[in-house]
């Protein structure tokens, strides 16, 4: 069982940067992929960013490619998303996942409550 929550969102102007965290709890961090997903008012939800057990390997939607960056600190069972160079269609509830197997074929088994961004224009 892995329990998730978030930190980090907010109201942020077009242009500006956020990072989000993930606390994870218990002693198998390290076996789970982690992923961050967002949903948009009205709209499905989307995937963001995945990253492997060790970080070594991360994939992330087209639209945030080159402005956000996930990572993860084993050690303090944390995973990141820096979000720079925000746009109001970043605006969306972001939520961290813990999955197995890695993509495409992962299975999200653990969800966080999500965290509110907003980008103003």
């Known amino acids: 069982q892995v329990q998730l929550v978030e930190s980090g969102g907010g109201l942020v102007q077009a242009g500006g940067s956020l990072r989000l965290s993930c606390a994870a709890s218990?002693?198998?961090?390290?076996?789970?992929?982690m992923g961050w997903f967002r949903r948009a008012l009205g709209k499905e939800r989307e995937f963001v960013a995945a990253?492997?057990?060790?970080?070594?390997?991360?994939r992330y939607v087209n639209s945030v490619k080159g402005r956000f960056t996930i990572s993860r600190d084993n050690a303090k069972n944390t995973v990141s998303l820096q979000m720079n160079s925000l746009k109001p269609e970043d605006t969306a509830v972001y939520y961290c996942?813990?999955?197995?197997?890695?993509?495409?074929?992962?299975?999200?088994?653990?969800w966080g409550q999500g965290t509110q961004v907003t980008v103003s224009s």
């Open positions: 990253i492997n057990w060790s970080g070594g390997s991360t």
């Open positions: 218990g002693r198998t961090f390290t076996t789970y992929v």
């Open positions: 996942a813990a999955g197995s197997y890695w993509l495409p074929s992962t299975s999200w088994d653990y």
